[in-house]
């Protein structure tokens, strides 16, 4: 796999962002292939909570595009801010699904509110 290659390059710039500010890990949360996420999850120097010129975080990206799989991987993961907001002030429940035609989003809406909803708890009890 070539995601794997790149990751052992010790020069490798994991954050590094294109021209709208995008990293290749923020990209990779657009897709539902969770193993690519945990993958750059694994990189030492991986900002997870990295934003783009539009002002979305990867668990930003994730959630608009309700990739439900990618979504599970960033919420288990104790560095990516839950309470982060975009431009404008929205939070992901604001956010969520709006990148989905609307035959698909009420179902991934309704899981992806459930996760959003254990992940809060599960930081409240380590609080």
């Not at 990293?23 to 993958?39: G, L, Q, W």
């Not at 994730?62 to 288990?76: D, F, M, N, P």
């Not at 969520?96 to 409240?124: D, V």
């Amino acid at each position: 796999e070539v995601l794997e290659v790149l990751m052992g390059f010790k020069e490798l710039q994991v954050n590094l962002k294109d021209a709208n500010e995008r990293t290749a890990f923020s990209i990779a949360t657009r897709t539902d292939e969770p193993e690519m996420v945990k993958k750059f999850l694994t990189h030492p120097q991986i900002d997870v909570n990295i934003v783009s010129k539009s002002g979305l975080s990867p668990v930003m990206e994730a959630t608009k595009y309700g990739r439900i799989e990618s979504l599970k991987v960033l919420l288990e993961d104790d560095r990516v801010d839950l309470d982060i907001e975009c431009e404008g002030g929205l939070e992901l429940e604001d956010i969520l699904g709006t990148g989905l035609p609307y035959s698909m989003a009420e179902t991934k809406i309704a899981l992806a509110l459930k996760l959003f909803k254990a992940a809060r708890n599960r930081e409240n009890r380590i609080a």
